[in-house]
């Protein structure tokens, strides 16, 4: 069936798949570059083109200028293939374009003048122009490529009215593939670039619709969802030998939501993510797990000193609340701990830490003045 299928065309081949993709990478070339690859692959098929016919023709007068065109040509085309794409600018480009065409016209004068076989060479130039180059540079190359026709016309003292046909014609079959091929370039470059910014557009939505899943929408920190991720990714990390996890509980907003109204307690929640962000470096990681639980994980070089400076609760001031406190719990890290394991012993210090607060006994680190002075608050 997989063999029927592929003779129908029910599947593309490999080659198929890779001929996508290469054209797919010669599209999104800068036009610098791909004018300047293109010229390179049109010069060694004509120079290829070349060497093939050289038995058909007959010009022993030419033969020794011939050859040096076709080892320039090659010469030319190699160096353009192999430069690095940082060396193709515009300006490069278009020096090899013109460069081009002067060889084309000086091959079409060595092998035949106006009858010679290889003057098809100007229209895959302008072809290639129309690729990649400006309006102005293929007006410009069917401008020389003419002026170079003429040019050999003036040379070919055997010059008939059919051969001045065969210019006029040749004229216009230049301008109309460079103009047909410019205008279709420039539209296929312009349905890449729409397609190119809808891509994009797409992966910042995606981006910020991953970052608002892993965000609280109150007080900009992560979320449980974040933290889950974080903590695991955390305590995997062997080389984190200093890892705490602070568990932060608010003491009271139930009663404020109840009294005041959740818009206070909201401010109360966003004063105490504040606080809690200033008590921890910039690299370490604040949640809000909901409600009224936050969590910091920390990474410290000195746990017992990072302890004393957090302390057991932290105060916030709130404007129409006052002095407002949230109680805090410490777990450390443990060698082959899990998130359950250090999750459980920060929400036992929270536990103890509350229970010191209510029953007014000292917590456990120093005094509660102690701690409250540590944390910021007042003493």
Do not use: C
């Amino acid at each position: 069936m997989s063999l029927v299928r592929a003779a129908i065309g029910g599947r593309r081949s490999a080659a198929t798949h890779a001929g996508f993709r290469r054209e797919r990478q010669v599209l999104t070339w800068p036009r610098s570059v791909g004018l300047g690859r293109m010229l390179g692959l049109v010069g060694l098929f004509a120079a290829g083109v070349e060497v093939l016919t050289w038995p058909f023709l007959d010009m022993p007068a030419t033969a020794s200028v011939h050859a040096i065109l076709i080892a320039v040509t090659i010469l030319g085309s190699v160096v353009l293939l192999m430069l690095p794409v940082r060396v193709l600018t515009l300006r490069t480009s278009h020096a090899a374009f013109a460069a081009a065409i002067g060889l084309q016209t000086a091959t079409a004068a060595a092998t035949g003048t106006i009858t010679s076989p290889y003057l098809s060479g100007y229209v895959v130039l302008i072809l290639a122009a129309g690729l990649f180059a400006s309006w102005h540079t293929v007006l410009i190359s069917v401008a020389v490529s003419i002026i170079g026709l003429l040019w050999l016309a003036v040379v070919d003292i055997d010059l008939s009215g059919s051969d001045a046909a065969m210019i006029a014609t040749l004229g216009t079959v230049f301008t109309l593939v460079g103009s047909t091929t410019s205008l279709l370039a420039a539209h296929q470059r312009h349905r890449m670039r729409r397609v190119e910014r809808r891509l994009h557009s797409s992966w910042r939505e995606a981006s910020r619709q991953r970052g608002d899943a892993r965000t609280d929408s109150l007080t900009g920190l992560g979320n449980r969802r974040a933290f889950d991720g974080d903590l695991a990714t955390a305590l995997a990390d062997r080389r984190a030998s200093g890892l705490l996890l602070a568990m932060v509980d608010v003491d009271g907003l139930k009663t404020v939501n109840d009294t005041l109204g959740h818009p206070a307690g909201d401010r109360l929640l966003q004063a105490v993510a504040t606080a809690l962000r200033s008590h921890v470096r910039a690299e370490d990681r604040v949640y809000r797990l909901g409600g009224d639980e936050f969590a910091a994980i920390v990474t410290s070089r000195d746990p017992d000193a990072f302890e004393v400076r957090l302390g057991a609760r932290i105060e916030v001031e709130v404007p129409g609340l006052g002095w407002q406190r949230a109680s805090v719990g410490v777990g450390r890290r443990r060698p082959g701990d899990e998130p359950a394991g250090i999750t459980s012993r920060a929400d036992a210090a929270l536990y103890e830490a509350k229970h010191s607060a209510r029953s007014g006994t000292p917590p456990g680190i120093g005094t509660a003045d102690e701690m409250v002075a540590t944390a910021g608050g007042p003493t």
